[in-house]
């Protein structure tokens, strides 16, 4: 018989009673976008991760700042936790409900509120979507270019400082959102930054906010930067004989200063779950998928060079996407890797790993990791944002065999320990959430853990905002 799942491995489950007067208060403000019905409630009690949590007493559907304001009101005059909801991608729980209380659905809130082309910057409700928003701003020649991978909302992204595919050479949602509006835990509306580029006005309370991951306030608005659609985009496929050789590659074209736009890893078993998934016919093997950006002359100079410095670690020749449509075909298949890996199992959870390293240290980190899972029985999937140093691995695991999940969280342990002591971080993207609690005071400090509890008893001194996540209080 399998051994029961440590209990440090499971969410803390502390449920808090949700009176049904603030229920009845709730439907009373929001009529029928108030729902106590159970599929509505299970549909936000989950995310991507592979954690369980009993769902919230009730999802509210706001569909503006307004509406969020009162939803919190309600819910603090009785102590009720409250939990954000965008479009319920998050990988780490940061959406579960472990104390109880209501869920706030903003993805009705999804309205583009004010384009300034001449300025590199747009507005929008904390509901839109990258994909919609991208759609709005064609017209103007500008484009936003975090891509996390799933079609997340905006809000979602800031409150987990969000990156993906372009963070190389653009960022992540720490250096492009400008400007934020949030319902603090009183149910106030505060505005923090503003559309210009840089001040010095007091304390940074934008960036207290990013990353803050729901459990400061409820983001209802997004200013972000807009950069000019590249006069010219090319991607490339490049396979090589080993992991070790990809890597290798991406390290060096980095350090050489090559302004690439994205660089992706795919080992070539993921490789074989997306052509199953997707009906492609990629090589099965290591490889980079690669995009450039820039003027056509300058995107010929770096794809000529980094196809010199790939061809002396051992490259396959390079496979050329110049058109929207090819270009589309292969960024649709490695976002679609998550997916194919879960379908490769049918019945299984993902638990995704998500360290970052400096990228001097991304072999040794990367390649120690593979060879510690490979030597378990734990199918896995393995992709990387590598010209930033932050990759992933998938264990798929069965949700109902304890001992895989023994074993997966053990490799994650190992994985994060390496990656902390060469310097680097728990979490690149993904967020602390539940998984990541012990790290986080690993990697931080007791001291700079300790400051934070403080800024949340501070802004949240009833713990209703989303309360478990981050650190324990």
């Known amino acids: 018989m399998n051994a029961p799942l440590p209990s ?15 229920i009845d208060a709730l439907k009373a403000r929001f009529a029928e976008r108030c729902s106590t019905a159970l599929v509505v409630r299970e549909q936000h009690g989950r995310d991507e991760s592979s954690f369980a949590a009993p769902p919230p007493s009730a999802v509210v559907f706001a569909e503006s700042t307004q509406d969020v304001a009162d939803a919190v009101k309600l819910a603090a005059q009785y102590n009720v936790p409250v939990i954000p909801f965008g479009v319920g991608t998050s990988l780490e729980g940061h959406l579960l ?17 004010q384009i300034n082309a001449e300025d590199l910057t747009v507005t929008v409700q904390a509901g839109v979507t990258r994909k919609q928003l991208n759609e709005a701003v064609k017209s103007t020649g500008l484009f936003f270019p975090i891509d996390p991978g799933a079609d997340a909302t905006l809000g979602g992204m800031s409150a987990t400082r969000a990156s993906g595919t372009n963070a190389v050479r653009y960022g992540t949602m720490r250096e492009n959102v400008l400007a934020l509006e949030v319902v603090t835990a009183s149910g106030e509306v505060i505005r923090t930054g503003t559309r210009a580029k ?3 006005a007091g ?17 209802t608005e997004v200013t972000v930067k807009l950069y000019p659609l590249p006069e010219a985009i090319s991607a490339a496929v490049c396979s090589f004989p080993s992991i070790e050789a990809a890597v290798r590659t991406t390290i060096e074209v980095i350090q050489m200063g090559v302004p ?47 196809q010199e410095i790939a061809s002396n670690h051992g490259s396959a020749a390079f496979e050329w996407a110049s058109t929207p449509e090819e270009r589309t075909r292969l960024w649709a298949a490695r976002h679609s890797a998550y997916f194919a890996a879960i379908q490769s199992r049918p019945g299984c959870r993902a638990i995704s790993t ?10 040794d980190c990367l390649l120690d990791s593979i060879a510690e899972v490979d030597a378990t029985s734990i199918p896995y999937f393995l992709v990387g944002h590598v010209g930033d140093g932050n990759f992933h691995f998938g264990y798929l695991i069965d949700p ?13 342990h190992k994985l994060v320990s390496r990656a902390l002591a060469l310097e680097g971080t728990c979490t690149g993207e993904h967020g602390v959430g539940l998984h990541k609690m012990d790290f986080l005071v690993t990697e931080a400090g007791d001291g700079a853990v300790n400051m934070m509890r403080t800024i949340k008893r501070a802004l949240d001194p009833q713990n209703i905002m989303n309360p478990g996540k981050i650190f324990r209080l």
């Open 203 to 219: 304390y940074d309370l934008t960036r207290l906010m990013v990353g803050s991951e729901g459990t400061l306030g409820v983001i």
């Open 8 to 22: 440090h491995l499971l969410p803390e489950i502390a449920q808090r009673e949700t009176p049904a007067a603030l």
């Open 198 to 200: 840089k001040s010095s």
């Open 260 to 306: 690439i736009a994205r660089v992706e890893l795919i080992d070539g078993g993921t490789i074989r779950m997306v052509n199953a998934h997707s009906k492609t016919t990629l090589a099965e093997t290591p490889m980079l998928l690669m995009e450039f950006h820039g003027s056509p002359n300058s995107v010929k100079e770096q794809a000529e060079l980094v």
């Open 97 to 113: 409900a472990v104390h109880g209380g209501i869920s706030i659905d903003v993805s009705r809130m999804n309205q583009v509120l």
């Open 354 to 363: 998500d360290t970052c390293v400096p990228i001097s240290r991304l072999a």
């Open 400 to 412: 109902n065999i304890p001992e895989e999940r023994r074993i997966a969280e053990e490799l994650n």
